[in-house]
Structure formats: C-alpha cells, structure tokens
C-alpha cells in the first residue's frame, strides 16, 4: 500500500478550547487505487488532506507513505519526500498569477533540483498530456477555469508523483469542465497514480473506486463507488 494510516488523532487548541479535529482515524490506500473522501463542512476533511500532504503533523497516531514512517521525518526530510511522492490540486488552482503555465508548472522541478532546459521539456510534456499545449505562454488570468485546472494537474504530475491529492478539484467549475477534469484523473489512475479526492459532490466522487464518508472527525462509512460496483 502506498498510504497507511493508523488511529490518527489531531487536536487543534484555540485559546482555552480543545478541538478535536480528527479522531481515531484508520485507513489505507493501495498503490493505483483511487479514493474520495466525502463529509460534511467541518467534518475534519482539510486537517485530514494537510496530514496526507504532510503539511501539517497529527498529535497522535501513523501515517505511512510510501513505506515510510512520517512521524520520524524531520522537516526537510518531510519537505523531500512531499515533492517526490505528492501532486497536489487545489480548489482554487493556487497558480502563480505572474507567470507563465509553463512556468507554473517548472516551479516543482526547480525545488527538485532538475537543470533548467530539462524542467522546460518536462513542463511542456505535462501540459501537452493535460491538452495545453497551445496554452504553455499564457499567464492565469488568459486562462478559464478548467483551463487553469489542468495547468494545476500538469504542475502536480510534472515530477511524476505516486499520489495525487486534490481538495475540491472541481469546486471552482461547472459541471462540462468537471467532467473534463475527472476525464484526467480517471487517464493518471489508469496510469497507476494513486488519488486520494476529496469532494462533496457525489457525483465526482463516483469517479472513484472507493468511497470514505468521514463525519464529526471520524470515518462513518466505507463503501465501494457505484461505478466501479
Ligand atoms: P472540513 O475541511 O471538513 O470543512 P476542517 O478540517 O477544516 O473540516 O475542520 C475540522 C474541525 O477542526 C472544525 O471544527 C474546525 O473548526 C477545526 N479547525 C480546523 N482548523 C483549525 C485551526 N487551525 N485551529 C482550530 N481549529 C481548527
């Protein structure tokens, strides 16, 4: 498996006040599988997504990615291994709006290390794969919504990561330009990327091989998607 979570727990302290975020939280995700994670606002979705994408840390339990236990990485060690396992995906797209799509999409190569003239050709490989290849000069703001998604993807896909997490990654669009993102994600799976979706629209998340509800910082219910049944 590729991620490997065990009686996770976080709580957050505001002032005098104990939130308790997530609780007891178990799961695991095979490599190549895909997986949505649906709950109410408030539930415990983001602080969960921040743990995956090893931004933020649990007060309690284990997360393994990759075969590795993340509890034991320092910061930098954690920083390595976020740029060589994750793709991230953003509601909001979370571009540059200085730069170019290309340019956005170098920017994970740069923190990688890879020389310039091969972070060009990989960038323009990524938008060529996403269906941007006309696009790679145009700064966000030329660019439409579902346009600007899948700059995002090619950004998260460029270093080639096992996981793929996307927070609402049709949040911002309407339904055409959904589909065209799910399209994308469901050609990454057949790939072998491993996705791990959250989303509060049932319809996305049937996209899915496999369903998690969580609720009230627990998970609630497990269930396969329909149309993968
Ligand atoms: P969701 O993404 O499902 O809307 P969140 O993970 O954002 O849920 O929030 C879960 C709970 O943790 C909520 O009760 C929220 O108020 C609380 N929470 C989230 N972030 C913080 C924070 N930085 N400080 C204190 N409480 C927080």
Known sequence: MIINVKNLYKNYHTGDILVPALKDISFSVEKGEYLAIMGPSGSGK????????????????????????????????????????????FQRFHLLPGDTALHNVMLPLTYAGIPAKQRKEMA?????????????????????????????????????????????????????????IMELFQMLNDEGVSIVMITHEKRIANHAGRLLYIHDGRISQSERSVEDA
């Open 46 to 89: 983001s602080t969960l997504m921040n743990i995956l994408g090893l931004l933020d840390r649990p007060t309690s339990g284990e997360y393994e990615l990759a075969g590795q236990n993340t509890l034991l990485l320092n910061d930098k060690q954690l920083a390595h291994l976020r740029n060589k396992q994750l793709g991230f995906v």
């Open 124 to 180: 323009a490989e990524a938008l060529e794969k996403v269906g941007l290849s006309d696009r790679m000069d145009f700064k966000p703001h030329q660019l439409s919504g579902g346009q600007s998604q899948r700059v995002a993807i090619a950004r998260a896909i460029v270093t080639g990561p096992d996981v793929l997490l996307a927070d609402e990654p049709t949040g911002s669009l309407d339904s055409e330009n959904g589909e065209q």
